[in-house]
């Protein structure tokens, strides 16, 4: 009880302290209420005075930038300190030098540590390829589905908001609860087959997780599935951009839909487009959540940096350099991806 009375009687010593210091710089302001707003604001118009107005945005921005620095700079430096040496450590001075020879294990196909065959290229390579078949099936699989949406959508249609927020609605659902869902219909027992089953389809349960020829297909359906709303959202508001006198001239003419859509609807909506399709594979390079959750019969190349990272076992002498070196790779990758995007925007604005 005495603490608290103590800590009370601190607060209101140093709301008043604060106040005082107010009314003595607020002294060359004049009214009552503004008098007051100085008082109160005083920190920042008395800085504003000492670094000037030009500076003081800097100086807002100082925290974020403080921030973005510390657990985002400082993890892609210590990345590269990472892919060039060894060891199961995290601490560098117990690392040992190696420059590109992570690089080496995971391209070459002799080890470069034994002579023998070099397994971590293989598992390398198979990442990068089901990577790349992941990215060239859902991307475009992802925009067209999204499209059409965002088009039926855009339309006067019967209960349009709720059509539009159901659609919306997986984008804000948790990776590992659509995981969790998709794994309740796909495992060997799940609704699915079950439902097959019942039908006559089949004649007896498919992993369809695990089942090399399926567990592609459902990977693109439950990761579209579950993202296509953000993008749709963002083609939605392109369509509403478009002007509708242009819609309306066209009809008056006796334009066909489908014409309106190629020469009026496709054009004005290129740019929109093509930032929706850079975002989408940056996205789908980067795919792991659901597909880790799901424990799909592939591994992506997110979730092959994971396991050679030690997060998912034990820790081994030249896997966390493999998996930083792994990582430069996917960065190198999305960095060329966006300067296409800035290429191919910067582009469309000039026609």
Do not use: C
Not at 126 to 153: C, K
Not at 267 to 279: E, F, R, S, Y
């Amino acid at each position: 009880m005495f603490e608290s009375v103590l800590n009370l009687n601190s607060w209101f010593l140093f709301f008043t302290v604060y106040l005082l210091i107010g009314f003595v710089l607020s002294k060359e302001v004049y009214g009552f209420v503004p008098k007051i707003m100085s008082s109160i604001g005083w920190p920042i118009e008395f800085t504003q005075k000492l670094f000037g107005t030009k500076s003081l945005p800097y100086l807002f921005l100082f925290p974020n930038i403080l921030i973005f620095g510390l657990f985002t700079f400082l993890p892609l430096f210590m990345n590269f300190g990472f892919s060039v040496t060894d060891g199961t450590s995290i601490n560098f001075e117990s690392r040992d030098f190696s420059g590109l020879d992570n690089l080496a294990r995971i391209t070459q196909e002799v080890q470069i540590d034994t002579g023998g065959i070099n397994v971590e290229n293989d598992k390398f390579q198979a990442a990068l390829y089901d990577t790349f078949v992941f990215v060239i099936l859902q991307v475009p699989i992802m925009i067209l589905i999204a499209l059409f949406t965002a088009i039926v959508l855009n339309r006067e249609i019967i209960g349009r908001g709720f059509w539009r927020a159901v659609f919306f609605y997986p984008v804000m659902l948790s990776p590992v609860v659509v995981a969790f869902l998709w794994t309740l219909i796909l495992k060997r027992q799940g609704m699915l087959s079950q439902t097959l089953i019942d039908w006559n389809w089949i004649s007896e349960p498919i992993q369809w997780l695990v089942d090399p020829s399926w567990t592609m297909f459902w990977s693109i359906f439950v990761y579209t599935w579950a993202h296509m709303g953000f993008y749709m959202l963002i083609l939605l508001a392109g369509l509403q951009s478009i002007p509708r006198d242009l819609y309306e001239a066209a009809q008056m003419d006796g334009t066909s839909e489908r014409r309106v859509f190629w020469r009026i609807t496709l054009p004005l909506l290129m740019p929109i487009l093509l930032v929706v399709t850079v975002l989408s594979l940056i996205k789908a390079v980067q795919a792991f959540e659901e597909l880790y959750a799901l424990q799909v019969g592939w591994v992506s190349l997110v979730s092959y940096i994971v396991e050679n990272a030690g997060i998912r076992g034990q820790k081994t002498f030249f896997g966390l350099g493999i998996a930083a070196m792994a990582s430069l790779i996917v960065a190198l990758i999305l960095i060329i991806l966006s300067l296409l995007q800035f290429y191919l925007t910067r582009r469309q604005v000039k026609l």
